[in-house]
């Protein structure tokens, strides 16, 4: 699906080092999310946002900033990167918060490693 | 809020046997369940989902199927074949402005 994009692919930084991963939408969806993916946690929810300057927390979201000043980017920021935060992110849009009309739609993902 | 329960964490299946994969929600408001699959390295995708007014839903060799009583419902796949390997989640969403939560995940092994 190349209507949803994450950049970069790959990323190893160091810790306390700053660092943003980017997602770009192209189909208008008002919603997006931030999911991070580590053995035995499955998908966890770490903010999301319903709409252009809207954001909320989800499970996970200590360590991390996101915003949202435009509809099709939702970037999320590592404000001072741990180990801990070593872990593979996806991002996803869907038209409507709970996925009823076409499910969630997920970009390629970021693997991100912490030195 | 929402919590969805997934098992077992891992199952491993002969080729051509049928695999079944479980889950438990805890709001009764819940009234979307959808399930993805994640192959390896890849991202998740939907691949069947039911609601709350349907009782069982079947695409070729996948089927779901919901009991509401019970807040359990289950995905089940028939024939399995060496490319039906991958991580499977299951997940729950109330409403058309609420968020999906997800399951932990279960990986399917097909054995040859």
């Known amino acids: 699906d190349a209507g949803i994009t994450q950049s970069p692919r790959y990323k190893i930084t160091e810790t306390g080092r700053q660092v943003t991963l980017m997602c770009h939408q192209t189909?208008?969806?008002?919603?997006m999310f931030w999911y991070r993916q580590d053995l035995g946690h499955g998908l966890r929810l770490i903010y999301y946002?319903?709409?252009?300057?809207?954001?909320d927390k989800g499970e996970v979201p200590d360590g991390y900033v996101v915003s949202r000043s435009k509809t099709e980017n939702f970037p999320l920021t590592l404000e001072s990167a741990t180990r801990s935060q070593t872990s593979v992110y996806f991002c996803?849009?869907?038209?409507?918060?709970?996925?009823?009309?076409?499910?969630?739609?997920f970009g390629s993902g970021t693997r991100l490693t912490v030195v | 809020g929402e919590n969805v329960e997934q098992h077992p964490s891992t199952l491993s299946v002969q080729e051509g046997d049928s695999a079944v994969i479980k889950c438990t929600y805890s709001?009764?408001?819940?009234?979307?369940f959808p399930w993805y699959k994640q192959e390896l390295g890849k991202r998740p995708q939907l691949i069947i989902d039911?609601?709350?007014?349907?009782g069982e839903k079947k695409d070729q060799r996948i089927a779901v199927t919901l009991n509401k009583t019970a807040k359990h419902f289950s995905l089940h796949i028939t024939e399995t074949q060496p490319e039906d390997s991958a991580v499977y989640f299951c997940?729950?969403?109330?409403?058309?402005?609420?968020?999906?939560?997800f399951g932990k995940g279960t990986r399917l092994h097909i054995l040859p």
């Open positions: 996803a849009s869907t038209l409507t918060g709970g996925g009823l009309d076409y499910g969630y739609t």
């Open positions: 189909w208008s969806h008002s919603y």
């Open positions: 946002s319903a709409a252009a300057d809207i954001t």
């Open positions: 709001d009764s408001a819940s009234n979307y």
């Open positions: 039911i609601r709350s007014n349907v």
């Open positions: 997940a729950a969403s109330k409403s058309r402005d609420d968020k999906i939560i």
